[in-house]
Every structure is written in C-alpha cells, then in structure tokens.
C-alpha cells in the first residue's frame, strides 16, 4: 500500500514541529496540519508572551526598588497597548522563523484542523491525506469549570490579547498559570486577588516551597485567599456585558472584579480529532494511551506532548519527539525519564525545582537529611523590599547523593538548570561542597550548605 505521506502529523507546536523537521530532514515524506498559529500553545499562548509579560510587569517593581539604588522617576506611567502590541509582533517574528524551519526542511505545512477518517487517512478542509504514520500532537485547552456566569470570564488564552487592563482583577487557580497570571497582573499595578479553593496554592511542589512562595506573593501586593471558592458570577449591569463581574463566594460574600481569569487546569485537545473513526484509545480524561514508544492503541498512530498524560511542559513535549525519531530512524526502543525534570513557576519571586520534594521523599520511605535556609538576596539590602529567598536541597544518607533542590527567588529558573544536570549526573553532596561557589550571589548557597543548615524533621 501506498500513501502520500511517509508521516502526517497533527498539530504545528513544540512536539510537533520538532518531529516534523526532524523526521523531514532524515528523508520521511512530511506533512503537518496546524489549525492556528505554527509554534502552538508555548510560542503563541504559552511560555514565549507569558515569560515576555513577567518581564514587563517585573519593571513596575523595579521601578519602586531603584529609588534605593538613587534613581527617581517623576511621573512613570505604562502602556499596557504598547507592551501587548510590542509581545505580538515579536511572537509574529516567531511564527516567520517556524514557517521558514518548517519550508527549509521540506515539510509541507498544511492550514486547518485535521481529522481521522482511518488508520491512516486525515481528512482536513475537507481534502483527504494518506500517510504510513501519523503523529497526533494537538496539545492541551483551558478547563473551565461549570458555573453560573462562566461565559462572563477568560482563561489565560485570551490574557494575551486583553483591550484594556482592569483596575482589579480575580485570578482563580492554584497552579503554574495562576500565580504567573497574578504575578504579572500585580506588576503592572492591577489590584489582584488570587482565589485558591485548597489549602495551599502550587499542589505538588515541596510544602515550605509552597507556604513560603504564598508569603512572599502576599507581600508583594497580591490579596492571597485559600479555601475560597467561587458560586456564580453575573453582571453588574446585566445589558452591558463589558460592566464589572459580581462575583459571589460560596461563603455568601460578594465583590466586584474588572476580570475574572479562570486558571483551572488543562485538559487534551482531542474533540476535532474524530478519534473514534481510527479506535484510538483514550483515558478518562480524554489524554490519548500511549505505550512506551509513545504508540497509541492503533500501530500507524502515534501521540506525545499535552494530549498524553505526561507531563505538560515544552522542554518535555520536544525530548520526546527527539526520542520517537530515534525509535523511528534508528530503531532505539524508547525509555523516557521522566525523574529529575527540571522545572520553573515565573511568579514573582519566581521558583526552581527539580528532583524529590521533601514529602516525595518521605512517601517513599527515603533516609535522606534536608539542607535549608531563607535570606534577604543582596539586592534587596538596598531596595526597601522585604523579599527573601529560600533554598532547600535532600541529600540521600545512604550514597551521598542529591536527591531534589529547590529554591524560591529571583533567577530560580536560571540557576535550577545547572543543578538539573548535577542531580542528572548523580552529583552528590560532596561533589558540591568541592564545587566552589560564585561570589556574591544566591545561587552559592547551593554549595555552602552546612551543618548549621541542617532542617530538624521528625
Ligand atoms: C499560559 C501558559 C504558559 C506556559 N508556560 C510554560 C513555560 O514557561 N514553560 C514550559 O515548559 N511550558 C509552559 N507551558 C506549557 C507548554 O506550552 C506546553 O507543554 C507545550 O506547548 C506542549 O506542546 P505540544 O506540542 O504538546 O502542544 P502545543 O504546543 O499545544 O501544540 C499543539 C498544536 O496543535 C494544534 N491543533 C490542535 N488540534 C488540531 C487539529 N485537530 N488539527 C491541526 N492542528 C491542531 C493547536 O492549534 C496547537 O498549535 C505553558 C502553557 C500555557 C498555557
Ligand atoms: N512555567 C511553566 O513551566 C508553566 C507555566 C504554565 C503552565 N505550565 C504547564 O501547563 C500546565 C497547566 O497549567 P495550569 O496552571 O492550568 O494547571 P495546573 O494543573 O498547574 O493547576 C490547575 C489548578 O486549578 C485548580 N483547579 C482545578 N479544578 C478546579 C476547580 N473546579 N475549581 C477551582 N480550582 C480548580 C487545581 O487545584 C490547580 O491548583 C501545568 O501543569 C504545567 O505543566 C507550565
């Protein structure tokens, strides 16, 4: 049998244009369908505008701190137009330089949203595509809940286009985007509340990373409230669908927000797919199966980045495209470590982790001693901020080794990438006490960690 494509692949984002340039590039045959914008959730929704707004909005506190520093501005304004226009062109750029990647490769770039007609059929605008290998890497869309009134909110989707900045703004969620979005509201002067219904904002992250990143986001400005929970929301003027949302609490208290964004979650992007015409198999959330080489129920259909139930970051979705062509070109079974990811939450203070949380460790029944400390960060000797950083690192008794490292400050992101690769290499304790530090920063720390730093657990 013969098809017109060696490989189909479905959805131009991070796992999918690397997949298709690089399969490309190694001979295959290949077409990619992209219903929006080439480069997906990170370039044109994602880390690329969000990471540019955390660098605008980190300006506005800046500007507060220099007065420390003998710098003062008379009259500082800003322009929330100029900030969002300036984030669409630079992002317009990167749609260019994905289309010239993509054309220099070979790959034919196909407009719209493709579906399955069979196993190895695509239909898209109507047109139908035969391929011996199709790769769904469609990504993941915000989860609302259901609600009274959820029509009246936005999701971070539509942040990135936002007409006007609201003088106060609801951000609900306990997640990456959530304290993102608060954060770069907070810093461009909007009055934010941060809306958590459990008892803790960031799930997952080690606990004293949690309680103090929470701390210092209320001392930045941000009006934190846990165990909070919203009813409904409606209008405050019921004809005009622009007026301020009243939004009532389910603890019979109400109040009134300029915008309201809704930071719940995402789930995979599956409803156009018409995955039934190909019996590809997904799980109950909707994330399509897949076995260890990222196969799905159907041996011609592949699935990896968002869609799956791995995990949701960038860095992730693309090392396993680089693995599936691996499994494709060279026949090398695959064997995804997903331990040691190295991630980063742009807050502001911002944080870094990688390995075991203190909590993971304990579940699984580790000997292991926990190094850590919080401190005022030199920059702020002069600043007049009360921001401090913390930094935490579990060492294994048994062998030495680092087993997780994570810090709550500025550069977190930066500085976890290197302890990335030592908790990759197995360093251990001694390796970093022989590692000699970087003067002065924060990051030494990592390397100077002694006894006196020793957390007393039960
Ligand atoms: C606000 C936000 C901030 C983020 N920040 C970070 C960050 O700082 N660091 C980080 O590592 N990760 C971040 N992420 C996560 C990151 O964006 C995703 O993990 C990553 O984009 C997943 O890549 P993917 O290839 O699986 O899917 P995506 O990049 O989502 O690409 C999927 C593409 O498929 C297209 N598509 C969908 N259905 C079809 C169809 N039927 N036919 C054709 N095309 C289709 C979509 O239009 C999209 O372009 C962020 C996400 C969000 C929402
Ligand atoms: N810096 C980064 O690397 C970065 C930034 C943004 C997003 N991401 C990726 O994208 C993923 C999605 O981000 P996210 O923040 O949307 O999801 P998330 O899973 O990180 O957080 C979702 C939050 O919403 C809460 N929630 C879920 N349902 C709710 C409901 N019905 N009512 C109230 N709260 C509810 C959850 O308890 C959780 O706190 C992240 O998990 C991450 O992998 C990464």
Redesign the pocket.
């Known amino acids: 049998m013969s098809y017109q494509f060696d490989l189909f692949v479905i959805g131009a984002g991070s796992g999918g244009v690397r997949a298709s340039r690089i399969a490309a590039s190694k001979g295959y045959k290949v077409a990619v369908a992209e219903g929006s914008s080439l480069g997906g959730t990170c370039v044109n929704i ?2 690329v505008p ?1 990471k540019l707004f955390v660098y605008g909005s980190e300006f506005g506190h800046g500007v507060e701190q220099a007065a420390g520093y003998g710098w003062m501005y008379d009259g500082v304004s800003f322009d929330w137009a100029t900030l969002r226009d300036n984030k669409t062109n630079e992002i317009a750029r990167l749609n260019g330089i994905y289309q010239m990647m993509l054309d220099k490769a070979g790959v034919e770039i196909i407009s719209g949203f493709a579906s399955f007609i069979d196993d190895h059929t695509v239909s898209v605008n109507g047109v139908h595509y035969t391929a011996e290998k199709i790769l769904i890497a469609v990504g993941a869309k ?2 609302i ?1 259901e609600f009274d009134g959820k029509q009246w909110v936005v999701s ?1 989707n539509e942040m990135f286009y936002l007409e006007e900045l609201p003088k106060k703004a609801l951000v ?7 304290v ?1 979005f608060a954060g770069i509201l907070n810093g461009l002067n909007v009055d934010t509340t941060l809306i ?3 008892e803790q ?1 960031l ?1 997952g992250f080690d606990q004293d990373v949690r309680d103090f990143a929470c701390e210092e986001y209320i001392k930045s400005g941000i009006d934190v409230r846990l165990n909070t ?1 919203v009813e409904r929301i409606e209008l405050a003027d019921p004809t005009n669908e622009s007026s301020h949302r009243v939004v009532y609490f389910k603890d019979g208290s109400s109040e009134e927000f300029g915008l309201v964004l809704y ?4 789930v995979p992007n599956v409803e156009a797919l018409a995955l039934e015409n190909a019996s590809v198999e997904t799980s109950n959330s909707g994330a399509i199966k897949v076995d260890h080489n990222f196969t799905t129920s159907v041996p011609s259909i592949f699935a990896l980045g968002d869609v799956t139930d791995n ?3 960038t860095p992730v979705a693309i090392k396993e495209a680089m693995a599936l062509i691996a499994y494709w070109f060279d026949g090398k079974e695959i064997d995804f470590d997903y331990d040691n990811i190295p ?4 807050s502001q203070p911002s944080i870094g982790t990688v390995g075991l949380t203190e909590q993971d460790a304990e579940s699984r029944g580790l000997d292991f001693r926990v190094y850590q400390t919080d401190f005022r960060p030199m920059k702020h000797t002069l600043s007049g901020s009360t921001e401090r950083a913390l930094m935490k690192m579990l060492v294994s008794n048994s062998d030495d080794r680092v087993i997780g490292a994570h810090m709550v400050g500025d550069y977190a992101g930066e500085i976890i990438q290197g302890l990335g690769v030592a908790l990759k290499a197995g360093a251990t304790k001694a390796d970093f006490d022989a590692t000699v530090g970087v003067h002065p920063t924060s990051a030494e720390e990592f390397v100077t960690f002694s006894e006196g730093s020793l957390k007393p657990r039960n």
């Open positions: 994602g880390c969000k915000p989860f809940p971070s609900v969620g306990g997640g990456y985007i959530a993102e958590y219904r459990g904002l799930r929970d930071a719940t979650g995402r995990i949701q970051l991630t980063a939450v742009f």
